[in-house]
Structure formats: structure tokens, C-alpha cells
């Protein structure tokens, strides 16, 4: 692989690194890559910087990637990022298409302009195999799929869906642009193209597993050809037709996306989105105008607005040198903008997606902890307060399971569930994250009262685990735990016999502990049971600062911690206000 030494456009103050990468089996010359680097790069910045991947890199230019990308980032829209052009394969209509990555083969578009995507597999696996790995190993990346997305517009908007659907473990998040997605495998007629559409038989063949989200953008004066006769032009109905399917059955939606269909005039965190831009074309001039919604969708500092009770700042992709980047919300009560001189407590909450917006809950239904916090402030049966959602990820048991497992294997406790490699345990980096970078920023950015007393920490299931591990590992730090029907099956209740040993003091910590007695919940008496003896061994009085509580005939789900949520509120911000709303900090 070669270099050319970096060029600074001195309108955007971006450096673009050149690059010329080997492709053997795509072109017989090196490939073209330019990276654009932001400005204020540094080798050393922790926990790096986010990649955007864009198909047909020789477009850089025409679709004003470079000015584009520096304004936002100037104007503290998106995070600072690196943009990896990749100019196009020779042969563009052999290497941009689709491919099947489990048989190793592209799939083939016959066209009256010839076969399209004859090399596919071929440049999807130089992509994730070459270019990603070299990218990271030459550049301060974040070097995870969360932080990881691809672009493309047309034949390349196609080829980036594809790569992203087959590679989900490379890209996180993908854009696809007036994407070609009426290349079938039969065109005798427009019925045959209907039903023969690759990219939605690739969605409809494969198995569900987590995958990337996606951001699809059309123009609604691409074209004129309406093959099915409905009143919307082809572009516009292939790529409804990916996401929500024909007739509501099938596409992204069956495989369990939440899909929005318009994005442009309803901005929400639908894990696949169209976007459609009024006067639109299929040119870059269009693309151009498409950009900017891309990049605030794949890349912004500030995350759509939920459909909640109250004020939330929703903080998109939060980075860490822990863990995995993840949306972090912040719930403010009312009349914190009004009272300018008043600092809140502060509660911190796992799973912070299943909080606030049922639309975001996988069962659609939420905690509602916005619509308990302004209830109970309204009521006085709650002092104000700001909650902190943390969004899980994919990894989530590994970074809930507390590190207090001997031997290689960590049981679920879940039946049917397997267990997992006790080395894949993130809770102290998960930790570490919340202790050392998010609290800082919350601190820093909000009127809290930062200290122990005044920090809580809180959660269901495993994130009932996590909350107390959290208190165990930094007892100096939260001062109030809130466990909810806690898995203490996990590890084969490992956690019972090293919570008991490791407790905080009571004269300066409050625990929650409860649980139902049907489904997931009906496995959890015993190990209550024993862990309460633990604790009034260890000074703690029950109904004082400690609270274990069984709920009969409820249930291990949202609805039920959403019942009991009020109680739960109450106990961890329980404490005297005076009439000013400044009282003194607890020791």
C-alpha cells in the first residue's frame, strides 16, 4: 500500500491523506483512497474517532463531502470523524452490487446494460478484510462496528446495503442513496422485476441477527417508471417496499426493525428510516443535498427527541475508551431552566432505551419514569430530580455479569439460554465507563449534586446485578442502589456470596432490592432470601436503608417495574427538601 503525503483544503481545514491500495481480483492497479482527517486530528486521542466508509470516492468533490462534513463539525453537529473515499472498481457495474456472503458468491443482476455485480463478493470482501483493518491500523479509530458506517449512492448505495446486511460485525450503521434496488434476478416484465427484487429476497432469505441500522434516501423526481401502477415512481416503492414489505408483510419490519418512512418530516431513532428530498434527483447534486440529514442521522452529537413526558437531551453514540459507543438520555425535571441556582440529585438508570418512549421498547412498552418523576414532583411525593438513561447494546450481558465468576464458562440462568466465556465479562469497563467519563460529563454539564449521597444507580434484571456491583466496586461514588427483580441466577448466583462480602457501609448506603413470583421472576426467593440474611449481617435494617420487597403475582417485564416505579423513586431520593429546594448535602 502506498501513501501521498497529506494536502490541507484551506477552505475547510481538512486534511486528505491519499492512499493507493492493492485489489487483486478488482483492478490491476491499486485502488485510490483519499481519507479526509478532521480537523485537530490527533494519533493519541482517546477513545479515537469514528469512520465513514463512502463508496465511489472519485464523487468526493461533486457531492461536496469535504466542506459538508467540516461545517457540521464546526458547528458541533456531528462528533469530529474520518471519511474513507474509495474511488470506484474499474469495472463499477461488476464490483458494486450484492453478494452472499455464506455461499461466497456474488449474486448476479442480469440488465439490458450487461450483468451487474459479477464482482460483488469479490470488493465486499476487500472492503471488510483489506481496507477496514489497514484503515485502523494507520488511523486513531474507534476500530468497532458502533462507531463503523458505509455510504454509497445508486449502484454503490445497493453494494453498501448489501455489505452492511452481510457484515453487521464491520458496519454499524449504513446510507444508501438512491439506491438501485430494482436489480432483480428475472426482468421479462415488470411483474417478473416485482417479484424478483434481490436485495428484498436477501432481507427475506436470511436469519435474524442484530444488524446494522439503516438510512435510505430518495428524491421523488428521480424518475417517472411506476412498474406496479400504485402512483409512486420506482425508487421511492423499492425502497418502502425493503422496509416495510409488501403489503405489510415481509422486509426489514418482519425482521424486526422499527422503521420510519419519513424521516425528513418526523426526525426519530427508527432503526431503519427513508428519507425522501422534495425535487430530488438521481444526480450529485442531490446526494449532495442529502448529506447533511445523513450525517446528523449517522454521526451527531445530539440524538433525535423521544416521545416523552417532560425535557430529555438525548446525547447520540456516546464514546468511551471502554465500551462500545451508546445513546445516553438525560431526563430534567420541570423548572430547571427556571431556577438557575438549584442543583438535583441524580439518579442513573441501565437500559435507558426501555425508559422514556415505549416506540424504543422492543415489547413497546416503557418504565415511564419520565411520566412517574413529573407525577410524583407534581404531587410532592418526589423531590425534582435528573435521570440518566444509559442505553444497552448487543453486548449486554457481558457488560452487566459482575467479574466475581471462577472457571471459563458464565452460566445465563436464562433456560435455554447459553452460557458465555467468562473472559467476554465488560462490567468493570462498563464501570469504568459511567465512573470515569460519563458522571464527569453529566456533572459538568448539568446542575447535579455530584457527590455519593446524591448519586444513585439503578436497574432491572441484570441491570439490577450491575447496580449493585457498581455500589460494591465504588462505594465513594453511589450512595443509593435500586436492584429490581435481580437476576441473582446468573453465574450460578455467584453474585450472592461476593455482594455479601463486599457491602458498603450501611451508615452511609441505601439499598432497593425486590421481586415478583411468576416467570423469570419465580426463580428469584431463594437467592433472596439468602441475600437478605447477608445483609442484616452486614448492619443493614431492613425498612431503614435497606428495603427487600416481593411482589406477588407480578411479572419479569416492563409493565411490571413500571407498576412499582414510584416506590422505587421515592426510596432512592428520599430526603428533606426546605422551601428554597437547596438542603444540605447527606454525609
Same mark, same amino acid.
Given at each position: 500500500m502506498s501513501f501521498v503525503a497529506p494536502a490541507t483544503l484551506a477552505d475547510t481545514?481538512?486534511?486528505?491523506?491519499?492512499?493507493?491500495?492493492?485489489?487483486?481480483?478488482?483492478?490491476?492497479?491499486?485502488?485510490?483512497?483519499?481519507?479526509?482527517?478532521?480537523?485537530?486530528?490527533?494519533?493519541?486521542?482517546?477513545?479515537?474517532?469514528?469512520?465513514?466508509?463512502?463508496?465511489?470516492?472519485?464523487?468526493?468533490?461533486?457531492?461536496?463531502?469535504?466542506?459538508?462534513?467540516? %461545517?457540521?463539525?464546526?458547528?458541533?453537529?456531528?462528533?469530529?470523524? #474520518? $471519511?474513507? +473515499? @474509495? =474511488?470506484?472498481?474499474?469495472?463499477?457495474?461488476?464490483?458494486?452490487?450484492?453478494?452472499?456472503?455464506?455461499?461466497?458468491?456474488?449474486?448476479?443482476?442480469?440488465?439490458?446494460?450487461?450483468?451487474?455485480?459479477?464482482? %460483488?463478493?469479490?470488493?465486499?470482501?476487500?472492503?471488510?478484510?483489506? #481496507? $477496514?483493518? +489497514? @484503515? =485502523?491500523?494507520?488511523?486513531?479509530?474507534r476500530g468497532d462496528a458502533a462507531s463503523r458506517s458505509l455510504l454509497g449512492w445508486s449502484l454503490g448505495a445497493l453494494n453498501a446495503f448489501s455489505v452492511g446486511w452481510q457484515y453487521p460485525e464491520t458496519f454499524g450503521r449504513v446510507g444508501a442513496f438512491s439506491p438501485s434496488f430494482w436489480l432483480s434476478?428475472?426482468?421479462?416484465?415488470?411483474?417478473?422485476?416485482?417479484?424478483?427484487?434481490?436485495?428484498?429476497?436477501?432481507?427475506?432469505?436470511?436469519?435474524?441477527?442484530?444488524?446494522?441500522?439503516?438510512?435510505?434516501?430518495?428524491?421523488?423526481?428521480?424518475?417517472?417508471?411506476?412498474?406496479?401502477?400504485?402512483?409512486?415512481?420506482?425508487?421511492?416503492?423499492?425502497?418502502?417496499?425493503?422496509?416495510?414489505?409488501?403489503?405489510?408483510?415481509?422486509?426489514?419490519?418482519?425482521?424486526?426493525?422499527?422503521?420510519?418512512?419519513?424521516?425528513?418530516?418526523?426526525?426519530?431513532?427508527a432503526f431503519a428510516v427513508l428519507y425522501r428530498l422534495p425535487g430530488g434527483q438521481h444526480n450529485q447534486q442531490s446526494w449532495a443535498r442529502m448529506l447533511p440529514a445523513f450525517l446528523r442521522w449517522a454521526n451527531g452529537v445530539r440524538a433525535p427527541a423521544l416521545d416523552a413526558t417532560g425535557r430529555i437531551e438525548g446525547w447520540q453514540d456516546f464514546a468511551s475508551r471502554h465500551v462500545t459507543a451508546r445513546d445516553v438520555d438525560v431526563w430534567l425535571p420541570p423548572g430547571y431552566h427556571a431556577h438557575r441556582d438549584r442543583r438535583y440529585p441524580v439518579i442513573y438508570m441501565h437500559d435507558g432505551q426501555n425508559l422514556f418512549d415505549p416506540a424504543l421498547v422492543f415489547n413497546h412498552t416503557d418504565w415511564d419514569i419520565d411520566g412517574a418523576m413529573t407525577s410524583g414532583i407534581a404531587s410532592g411525593a418526589l423531590p425534582p430530580a435528573i435521570i440518566v438513561g444509559i442505553a444497552n447494546t448487543s453486548r449486554r450481558f457481558e457488560e452487566y455479569m459482575p467479574a466475581v465468576v471462577d472457571g471459563p464458562r458464565v452460566t445465563s440462568g436464562?433456560?435455554?439460554?447459553?452460557?458465555?466465556?467468562?473472559?467476554?465479562?465488560?462490567?468493570?469497563?462498563?464501570?469504568?465507563?459511567?465512573?470515569?467519563?460519563?458522571?464527569?460529563?453529566?456533572?459538568?454539564?448539568?446542575?447535579?449534586?455530584?457527590?455519593?449521597?446524591?448519586?444513585?444507580?439503578?436497574?432491572?434484571?441484570?441491570?439490577?446485578?450491575?447496580?449493585?456491583?457498581?455500589?460494591?466496586?465504588?462505594?465513594?461514588?453511589?450512595?443509593?442502589a435500586a436492584a429490581v427483580s435481580t437476576h441473582w441466577p446468573a453465574g450460578e448466583g455467584a453474585m450472592v456470596d461476593w455482594f455479601a462480602h463486599h457491602l458498603p457501609s450501611a451508615d452511609t448506603h441505601r439499598i432497593w432490592m425486590d421481586h415478583g413470583t411468576?416467570?423469570?421472576?419465580?426463580?428469584?426467593?431463594?437467592?433472596?432470601?439468602?441475600?437478605?440474611?447477608?445483609?442484616?449481617?452486614?448492619?443493614?435494617?431492613?425498612?431503614?436503608?435497606?428495603?427487600?420487597?416481593?411482589?406477588?403475582?407480578?411479572?419479569?417485564?416492563?409493565?411490571?417495574?413500571?407498576?412499582?416505579?414510584?416506590?422505587?423513586?421515592?426510596?432512592?431520593?428520599?430526603?428533606?427538601?426546605?422551601?428554597?429546594g437547596v438542603d444540605p448535602p447527606r454525609p
Open positions: 481545514r481538512t486534511a486528505i491523506q491519499t492512499l493507493h491500495v492493492p485489489a487483486p481480483g478488482l483492478s490491476s492497479a491499486p485502488l485510490r483512497v483519499r481519507v479526509l482527517l478532521p480537523a485537530g486530528y490527533r494519533r493519541d486521542a482517546r477513545p479515537g474517532y469514528p469512520v465513514l466508509y463512502v463508496n465511489d470516492g472519485q464523487d468526493l468533490e461533486a457531492v461536496d463531502v469535504q466542506a459538508t462534513v467540516s %461545517a457540521l463539525q464546526r458547528r458541533g453537529e456531528i462528533r469530529p470523524m #474520518l $471519511v474513507v +473515499a @474509495i =474511488d470506484m472498481p474499474p469495472d463499477r457495474m461488476a464490483g458494486y452490487g450484492l453478494s452472499d456472503r455464506a455461499a461466497g458468491r456474488s449474486v448476479i443482476a442480469p440488465t439490458k446494460y450487461g450483468p451487474v455485480g459479477t464482482q %460483488a463478493h469479490a470488493y465486499s470482501e476487500w472492503l471488510v478484510k483489506t #481496507l $477496514v483493518p +489497514a @484503515i =485502523d491500523a494507520r488511523y486513531n479509530t434476478t428475472r426482468n421479462e416484465d415488470a411483474q417478473a422485476v416485482q417479484a424478483s427484487r434481490i436485495a428484498h429476497h436477501l432481507v427475506e432469505d436470511s436469519e435474524w441477527k442484530p444488524r446494522p441500522r439503516f438510512f435510505l434516501a430518495v428524491g421523488d423526481a428521480e424518475e417517472t417508471d411506476d412498474r406496479d401502477g400504485d402512483g409512486l415512481i420506482d425508487v421511492i416503492d423499492d425502497s418502502r417496499d425493503l422496509l416495510q414489505g409488501v403489503d405489510g408483510k415481509g422486509g426489514l419490519r418482519a425482521k424486526g426493525y422499527w422503521i420510519n418512512l419519513d424521516f425528513a418530516a418526523q426526525p426519530d431513532r436464562v433456560p435455554g439460554r447459553e452460557s458465555f466465556a467468562s473472559a467476554d465479562i465488560r462490567s468493570d469497563a462498563y464501570l469504568r465507563f459511567i465512573v470515569d467519563e460519563l458522571k464527569p460529563f453529566i456533572d459538568a454539564q448539568y446542575r447535579t449534586r455530584p457527590g455519593r449521597a446524591d448519586t444513585s444507580i439503578m436497574g432491572s434484571s441484570m441491570g439490577g446485578l450491575i447496580s449493585l456491583y457498581a455500589m460494591a466496586r465504588h462505594p465513594d461514588v453511589f450512595g443509593n411468576e416467570t423469570l421472576d419465580a426463580r428469584y426467593a431463594p437467592y433472596q432470601q439468602k441475600m437478605d440474611v447477608q445483609m442484616q449481617k452486614g448492619g443493614f435494617v431492613e425498612g431503614a436503608g435497606w428495603v427487600s420487597r416481593v411482589y406477588p403475582g407480578t411479572e419479569h417485564s416492563e409493565k411490571a417495574w413500571r407498576d412499582r416505579a414510584g416506590e422505587i423513586l421515592a426510596f432512592l431520593l428520599s430526603r428533606k427538601v426546605n422551601a428554597a
